[in-house]
């Protein structure tokens, strides 16, 4: 045989499922359309279709002239505009970043088990924002949220430096430095919990995950930030799917290894540290999304990305918007309701995949 | 007949270095041990601590160190001897070095046991041990009976795809059980919550003496059970066609091992909480120092030992007048340690 029949078939293949592929892309930014208008819908009080549509677009309720009146109307238009557009942008944001990050660590250590929180930037943001709270006093989410970056970003260096050491990383090495980051980490946050009532209390619940209590501009200084990320991670994927080879094959393919390892060290930083400081530490997230895409498009690292953006966005958005309808009159935290409906899933998705993913 | 001298040559020389590497270990726990025994409000003397142990010395010295620091200190190795252990065996069989009891399930199962009983039952002492062993014992049986189809090659895991099926649903099943342990602590009195957080930091309190002997007994018997299927981990280890070959039923080995693995986790977890990071990183340290490709389980369980006997001497005398729980000092000292252990090795192996 010669080397170029299996080329040709394979790119014969290719050129089959990529009109699949991006239908199947389409149809999920579609989802994530809907997701979102769920999200503004559902809720506590209940809002229909046409008024949403109303207030987002003329800032007016089209239910006004139906007989509503003001008052209701402008109640409306208040939980609308101040409470479910922002958490719904949030978890938008944070949950495409998730997956986008989720992605980036399965493939930079090969380990279909990492999440981005390997890298310790969950552990690093809480003990940044435990460190808010007993030191600055600092009592919102959206005052938390430089202190969580830099806590991320800060951690997550630290273990990309111990894990290089002389010779660079290795998903081994990575895998272990962030373990042990995340153990000195999370004791000195349990130890100054033990210690400071206050803080437990107001630090608990920044843990669970939630997208409430955030204004939409909180987003915007974080913008950059994501968007960067994103690029970054999009263009990232031939490189991993390199990595997936080993990395004599990968420099035999003409990549530079190295180069693609810091570049995603630093997406995953960028991501998953403005997810994690606009709604905790919310890993599961990046955890499930990335199988979820393979188990839809395969092993292709580009695909998996594209994929896991819109794929985790849905996630979140959909999991704060069930949290809020199951637990009437109270809410469960999207954190709680992400782990509810991504367990299952998951479990379901390696129960089917025999021919298991890499 | 060279090669055949040769291979005896290098199997002698590993048995040496196991035989140094164990008793240098012994040699560490044995100071491990006096120190804790040793340290307190009251100091006493090493020859003292010998003379107590030994049934002499003046009554308050006996006291002192048998009825209150010598429970402790047993437990404590028990402890670490058992998360120790099952570490080295969940890692042999499902070849991955995340696949270690805080990672895939079973200490969450247990943490998430015990945070019900303490928040909704006001649970306290043993019984929190023995929601948390059940919680350990029931996250292990979801997990089996998720990844399922335990007559199939490979299902119940070993390296590779088939592991890290079993690993995923463990993480899975972890995650849940973090949600449930993040909504009692959202939802419960403060006050409550931070002695939860106590239980899941991992700590060794006062030992009541019912809680070591039936830790120490069940850890004995679970020796034993391990010692009886070793052979059969270090051939499964090798894959399960030459696990096969050499005559071993896979599937059924594999089974008890891992029956083995959580029970040592549950009875650890149960006895301390689930004290961060020994479980994860013995086995690996107790690899390097040994050489070679078995599992490592006695070094393994010695190293477990050292660790928690170790790191609660420091939880309760590094700083005066302040005791922290175990888990913290396992998770602040002895993590950055054992990470230049396992570095260190790294560079003289290669790429592991």
């Known amino acids: ?358 | 007949m060279s090669g055949a001298g040769a291979l005896g040559r290098v199997r002698a020389g590993g048995r040496r270095r196991l035989v140094v590497v164990v008793g240098m270990l012994a040699l560490l726990l044995g100071v491990i041990a006096v120190l804790a025994l040793m340290l307190g409000d009251r100091v006493v003397a090493p020859q003292d601590v010998l003379a107590a142990a030994l049934g002499q010395g003046s009554g308050g010295d006996r006291f002192v160190v048998l009825g209150l620091r010598a429970p402790r200190l047993a437990l404590s190795l028990v402890v670490g001897a058992c998360f120790g252990l099952a570490g080295a065996v969940f890692q042999g069989l499902l070849g991955n070095p995340l696949a270690s009891p805080d990672i895939i399930g079973i200490s969450q199962g247990a943490s998430a046991a015990a945070v019900t009983a303490v928040l909704l039952f006001g649970a306290s002492g043993l019984a929190v041990s023995g929601a948390a062993f059940a919680g350990a014992l029931i996250a292990a049986a979801l997990i089996l009976l998720l990844a399922g189809r335990v007559g199939r090659s490979g299902a119940v895991g070993s390296g590779g795809a088939a592991g890290s099926r079993f690993v995923l649903i463990g993480i899975a099943l972890a995650f849940l059980a973090q949600a449930l342990i993040g909504y009692l602590l959202t939802r419960a009195d403060v006050r409550d919550a931070q002695g939860a957080l106590l239980w899941l930091v991992g700590s060794i309190g006062t030992v009541q003496l019912p809680q070591l002997v039936v830790t120490a007994v069940a850890a004995g018997l679970l020796a034993v059970l391990l010692a009886l299927l070793a052979p059969r981990l270090r051939m499964l280890q090798l894959g399960d066609e030459a696990a096969t070959a050499l005559g071993v039923r896979v599937t059924p080995a594999r089974l008890l091992l891992l029956l083995v693995a959580v029970a040592f986790a549950a009875v650890a977890t149960g006895a301390a909480g689930p004290v961060a990071f020994v479980a994860f990183v013995s086995a690996p340290i107790a690899r390097r120092l040994v050489g070679g490709l078995g599992p490592a389980l006695v070094a393994s369980a010695l190293v477990g030992a050292a660790v928690v006997a170790g790191a609660d001497v420091l939880a309760q005398h590094a700083v005066a007048g302040l005791q922290v729980p175990v888990g913290i000092v396992t998770g602040i000292v002895g993590a950055p340690i054992l990470l230049t252990l396992l570095a260190r090795g790294n560079r003289t192996r290669g790429a592991a």
């Open chain 1, 1 to 358: 045989m010669t080397r170029a029949a299996p080329a040709a078939a394979s790119a014969r293949l290719i050129g089959q499922r990529r009109p699949a592929r991006v239908l199947g892309l389409v149809a999920l930014l579609l989802g994530v359309v809907v997701a979102a208008l769920l999200s503004l819908l559902l809720g506590s009080r209940s809002i229909d279709l046409g008024t949403v549509l109303g207030i987002l677009t003329g800032g007016g309720p089209a239910g006004a002239g139906t007989g509503t009146g003001a008052g209701a109307a402008s109640t409306e238009q208040m939980v609308v505009l101040d409470l479910r557009v922002p958490r719904t942008i949030i978890g938008l944001v944070a949950g495409a970043a998730l997956g986008l990050a989720g992605a980036l660590m399965q493939g930079l250590t090969r380990n279909p088990l990492a999440d981005p929180g390997l890298l310790g930037v969950n552990s690093g943001a809480s003990l940044a924002v435990v460190i808010a709270i007993s030191v600055f006093g600092v009592t919102s989410p959206v005052g938390y949220i430089w202190f969580a970056f830099a806590g991320a970003a800060a951690a997550a260096v630290v273990v990309y430096a111990v894990a290089s050491g002389r010779t660079g990383p290795t998903p081994l090495s990575l895998t272990l430095a962030g373990a042990a980051v995340t153990a000195v980490l999370t004791s000195l946050i349990t130890l100054v919990l033990l210690r400071d009532l206050d803080t437990l209390s107001q630090y608990r619940f920044w843990s669970v995950g939630s997208l409430v209590g955030r204004d939409a501009s909180t987003v915007l200084p974080l913008v950059p930030f994501l968007v960067i990320g994103a690029v970054l991670a999009l263009v990232l994927g031939r490189g991993l799917n390199g990595l997936a080879l080993g990395d004599d094959v990968a420099r035999g393919l003409g990549q530079r290894v190295g180069l693609t390892r810091v570049v995603a060290g630093v997406a995953i930083i960028l991501l998953c540290g403005s997810a994690t400081s606009l709604a905790g530490p919310l890993v599961f997230v990046g955890l499930v999304v990335p199988h979820l895409a393979r188990r839809m498009i395969g092993t292709d690292y580009r695909w998996i990305l594209a994929y896991s953006a819109p794929l985790g966005a849905m996630l979140l958005v959909l999991a704060d918007t069930v949290g809020r309808l199951i637990a009437q009159p109270a809410e469960l935290e999207a954190g709680i309701v992400v782990a509810l409906i991504g367990a299952p899933v998951l479990i379901v998705l390696v129960r089917r995949d025999r021919a298991v993913t890499r």
